[in-house]
Every structure is written in structure tokens, then in C-alpha cells.
């Protein structure tokens, strides 16, 4: 037994004007969902920033206290050898 789905008779004019609407449709849904896309893609922008800031902000934090560190290392080593 196969499965027919039997159409509606519709004139070609109806037909086009649903077309229509439905394109209607799906272009405003897709330009909402773009501007949402856009507004992610800016906080997701804004976050990124803030924690590319804070990475760079402790990066350098960890250099300096390298630094610190091995002048008071050396400064013990010397200070244990009489070197001043």
C-alpha cells in the first residue's frame, strides 16, 4: 500500500503569496538571530580583553618577583662569601 499525500487544489497566486511570507519570516528571524550573534560576539570580545589583561598583568608580576627573587638569592650568596 504506498503512502500519497494528496495536495490541496491552490492557485499558483496563493502559493507565491505564502512563499512569500514564509521568506518574510525567515529573513526577520535571521537578522534577530544575527544581531544577537553580534551582541555575544562583543561580550565574548569584552571578556577576552579583561582576561588577556589580567594574564598579562600577572605575567609580569611573576617576571619581577624572578627578578626579586634571584637579586636577593644573589645578594645572600654574596653576603655568605664576603663578597661586600
Not at 534577530?32 to 598583568?57: M, P, T, V
Request: hydrophobic content about 50%; glycine content about 4%.
Amino acid at each position: 500500500m504506498s503512502s500519497v499525500i494528496k495536495e490541496l487544489p491552490m492557485k499558483n497566486d496563493i502559493k507565491i503569496a505564502l512563499l512569500d511570507q514564509s521568506i518574510i519570516t525567515i529573513n526577520e528571524t535571521l537578522k534577530r538571530i544575527e544581531g544577537k550573534i553580534d551582541k555575544l560576539d562583543s561580550k565574548i570580545d569584552h571578556c577576552y580583553q579583561s582576561l588577556n589583561l589580567r594574564l598579562w598583568n600577572n605575567f609580569l608580576w611573576l617576571v619581577g618577583f624572578g627578578i626579586a627573587l634571584y637579586g636577593s638569592l644573589f645578594a645572600v650568596i654574596a653576603h655568605a662569601l664576603k663578597w661586600f
